[in-house]
């Protein structure tokens, strides 16, 4: 059984877990199908919070430079819309599964309808 993930929408872990157990049919599930969920509900909620990688963060910061560049505002003014909309104090500090909504986020990004 495999359950589709896509990494633009990605469900949270506790989401793709009731998911899981919801596909087994299970009502009361075997201790060891539970353990195995258990396991992997700790592995994405670590995923959830693991940080951008190196490519990842320069990409987004190219991403940022481009957006500044092209639609002629600060890259400064570029991060602080970028980190209100994900909630993060810093870009570095944004979650690696974050990264295709933050470069899709950029790349629709239309500084004139966030200003005016």
Request: hydrophobic share 40%.
């Amino acid at each position: 059984m495999t359950i589709p993930i896509d990494p633009k929408t990605r469900p949270s872990a506790d989401e793709i877990y009731t998911q899981a157990l919801e596909q087994l049919g299970f009502d009361n599930p075997p201790p060891a199908i539970l353990r195995l969920l258990s396991q992997g509900l700790k592995a994405l909620r670590e995923a959830d919070t693991e940080p951008l990688n190196e490519k990842e963060f320069f990409s987004i910061n190219s991403m940022i430079a481009y957006v500044a560049h092209k639609q002629k505002v600060s890259e400064d003014l570029v991060v602080a819309i970028l980190r209100v909309t994900f909630e993060v104090d810093d870009i570095k500090s944004l979650p690696s599964c974050s990264f295709p909504k933050a470069i899709n986020f950029l790349v629709d990004l239309k500084m004139n309808k966030v200003i005016n």
